[in-house]
């Protein structure tokens, strides 16, 4: 079964610390996994994406990393501010029984002045 | 601001109603998407349509339906409404129905209380 599970389901810090978000997939044949940042009440937004062949990306202080022969992602929030509050969803496409996109459950983060 | 644009932005309406949540895509994107988001829950995604064909099919209730017209909004149908159909819905559109590449880009949302 194509799952996208995501650890913690939350997560309290202080502002200024660093925290790192896991993602574990089963989604096989892979083809991409984003990062997306849903901030309360409103739409998802993207913050990176990677293929098969990509390790790491960064988008700001946020760096997501991808072991494809593992099936772990995790995205590493350096600096955290008060903004930086919300749920980070996982979301993992591949062509499995015709061409899937699956969400994970996501992680709250609260960060905490 | 993704360019996704979503009517009304909050709906109340009784038990046994119909409604009906309007969604413009971004511009040049082809695939529409729907997701339900109940309090604190994930996104689950409910139904795709791609240049006016359904493309694919989620945990989509019978009294749910969809449409895709040909200047590609798409308007999602709720019917018989129930206590539990209070959620947030969410449109998402991206430019292709089964590229790798398909970052879908989220509407505002619409937020449906159900009384």
């Known amino acids: 079964k194509n799952q996208v599970e995501q650890s913690p389901q939350s997560l309290i810090i202080l502002e200024g610390k660093n925290c790192t978000l896991q993602?574990?997939?089963?989604?096989?044949?892979?083809?991409?996994l984003r990062w997306y940042k849903q901030d309360t009440g409103r739409g998802p937004v993207s913050l990176t994406i990677?293929?098969?062949?990509?390790n790491t990306k960064s988008n700001g202080r946020y760096t997501a990393t991808l072991d494809a022969d593992t099936k772990q992602s995790s995205l590493h929030i350096t600096a955290s501010q008060l903004s930086d509050s919300a749920s980070y969803i996982c979301v993992v496409s591949g062509n499995t029984g015709g061409f899937k996109t699956i969400f994970g459950a996501g992680t709250r983060l609260f960060v905490k002045a | 601001d993704s360019g996704v644009t979503q009517t009304p932005k909050h709906l109340i309406t009784a038990t046994g109603q119909r409604v009906t949540l309007r969604c413009s895509p971004r511009s040049g994107d082809l695939s529409v998407y729907w997701y339900q988001q109940s309090l604190d829950q994930g996104l689950q995604f409910l139904i795709q349509?791609?240049?006016?064909?359904?493309?694919a099919k989620g945990n989509i209730l019978e009294r749910f339906s969809a449409q895709q017209f040909p200047d590609l909004h798409s308007e999602l149908n709720l019917s018989s409404l129930e206590l539990g159909d209070s959620a947030l819905y969410f449109c998402?559109?991206?430019?292709?129905?089964?590229?790798?590449?398909?970052?879908?880009?989220f509407g505002p949302g619409t937020r449906l209380t159900v009384l």
């Open positions: 998402a559109s991206s430019v292709a129905g089964t590229s790798s590449d398909n970052e879908q880009f």
């Open positions: 349509y791609y240049n006016g064909e359904e493309r």
């Open positions: 993602c574990n997939y089963t989604v096989s044949p892979f083809s991409n």
């Open positions: 990677m293929t098969f062949s990509e």
